[in-house]
């Protein structure tokens, strides 16, 4: 069974910096790219982030580009999303996805970012 | 970047009633497009990938089409259960963009 488990969201000041996790298992986790999706409360799902299977490859949306890095430990199967300089804008649940041969068939149920002061 | 513009943003049904919702791309991105279907509190389940193939264990009243730019998901028989919010997705280029979303009510 696939599964995907966030963590490390949390309430951080403006300017600050949070490390989000990503525990996979159920699948070969350096085959497969993963990617990162926010929600801000109340609104629509927002792409922020991906990494090829092998970390070589990795693409960013522009309201994350230069304060957000996304890396991987295939050893450990976890997937990263560092994340500096946050703004209040940056307060969403976010969540990794896997991209298998159906699409993005499955998603984490993602951890909640708060920035605010 | 492309353009996911979705459509209608909310729309009211009748239990049983077939229900259509459409998403169309900017520019061409062949069949990849997922479906995704969430309701309040959940993670977003996925329902149809390269734009008309039903994910597994994805109830059959869904179905996903094409033509052309345009993407369009169909509820068949819409149940108590389908009361949710619905995205369609790109997956073709990145950023891979979302549409706007769909709110499903019963009427």
């Known amino acids: 069974e696939v599964q995907l488990v966030e963590s490390g969201g949390g309430l951080v000041q403006p300017g600050g910096s949070l490390r989000l996790s990503c525990a996979a298992s159920?699948?070969?986790?350096?085959?497969?790219?993963i990617n990162w999706v926010r929600q801000a409360p109340g609104k629509g799902l927002e792409w922020v982030s991906a990494?090829?299977?092998?970390?070589?490859?990795?693409d960013y949306a522009d309201s994350v580009k230069g304060r957000f890095t996304i890396s991987r430990d295939n050893s450990k199967e976890t997937l990263y999303l560092q994340m500096s300089s946050l703004r209040v804008e940056d307060t969403a649940v976010y969540s990794c996805?896997?991209?298998?041969?159906?699409?993005?068939?499955?998603w984490g149920q993602g951890t909640l970012v708060t920035v605010s002061s | 970047d492309i353009q996911m513009t979705q459509s209608p943003p909310s729309l009211s049904a009748s239990v049983g009633d077939r229900v259509t919702i459409t998403c169309r791309a900017s520019?061409?991105?062949?069949?990849?497009l997922g479906w995704y279907q969430q309701k309040p509190g959940k993670a977003p389940k996925s329902l149809i990938y390269?734009?008309?193939s039903l994910q597994s264990g994805a109830p059959s009243r869904f179905s996903g089409s094409k033509s052309g730019t345009e993407f369009t998901l169909t509820i068949n028989s819409l149940q108590p259960e389908d009361i949710a919010t619905y995205y369609c997705?790109?997956?073709?280029?990145?950023?891979?963009?979302f549409g706007q979303g769909t709110k499903v009510e019963i009427k």
């Open positions: 996805l896997v991209r298998v041969p159906s699409g993005f068939a499955y």
């Open positions: 159920g699948f070969i986790f350096s085959n497969s790219a």
């Open positions: 990494i090829s299977g092998s970390g070589s490859t990795t």
């Open positions: 520019q061409a991105i062949s069949n990849w």
């Open positions: 390269s734009a008309s």
């Open positions: 997705q790109q997956y073709k280029s990145y950023p891979y963009t």
